[in-house]
């Protein structure tokens, strides 16, 4: 679905959901013109359901797996480790001054230490990730709820986006750092969670210490590793391309949902 079409369902929704979904979705929308609405409103029945289909699709569960469907080993791809000096200083020292920074639109924003991420409510899921080069792997991953994050720090009506900024350089140069971003169905989704133990040990370095995200209805680059940064925005327009993403930005579609 384009960005167009996906933006009018949104918007067919919010109508849908009635008032307070309205509002929450009308935020998120501000910058697009609002024509198509006595277009849907006539189409009626048909769209409505189109809206339910959305509504599932976007809540349901991705697939669990058991123990013994766990991939021998879960391999690492892109970064396998930060070629940073802050990160590499923060890793001699096991992590301990590790500090998660979560800001923009939220009331109370403030950063959390591995302990305070280990204490909120957490997650374990066995899952498959799948990335687009053509593999896949089976880890089980136990993290920090995303939505308890949010929670924590009072997101305000008006993000649209959660943007995670990583340590890792893409750039020889140690600059153009790899970020991502999802929107707030995905951000506010059980399963998804700041993940800081894979396979019951401590998340190794290849994988994205000390937290990488998982997202699990999306396609692998949306799980942003080594993340120190998160930003609540409600938009892209002031970030690195613009696309909402490292990978985005050099053309990949930003909604990877599977
Ligand atoms: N910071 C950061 N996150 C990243 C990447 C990366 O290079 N840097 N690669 C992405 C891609 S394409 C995939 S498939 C997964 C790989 O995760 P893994 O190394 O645990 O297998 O991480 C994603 N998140
Ligand atoms: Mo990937």
Redesign the pocket.
Known sequence: MNERTRSSRRRFLARALGAAGALFLAGCERLSESQWFPKVLAAGERLSEAAQTLVTGRKAMAQEFSEADLSPS???????E?DSEAYAALAAKGFADYKLEVGGLAASPRSFSLAELRALESRTQITR?D???G?S?I?KWKGAKLSAVLDAVKVKPEACYVVFY???P?ADDGTD????SIDMDDAWHPQTILAYE?NGEALPI???APV??RVERQ?????????MKIELVDSFAHIAGGNGG??EDQGYQWYAGI
């Open positions: 879960f391999r690492s791809n892109g970064t396998a930060p990730h990335c687009v080069e593999w792997a880890g990583c340590a890792d893409m750092l790899y970020y991502e894979l290849k994988n994205g990488r995200l396609l692998g680059y949306k799980h942003a590793k080594y993340v490292y990978w």
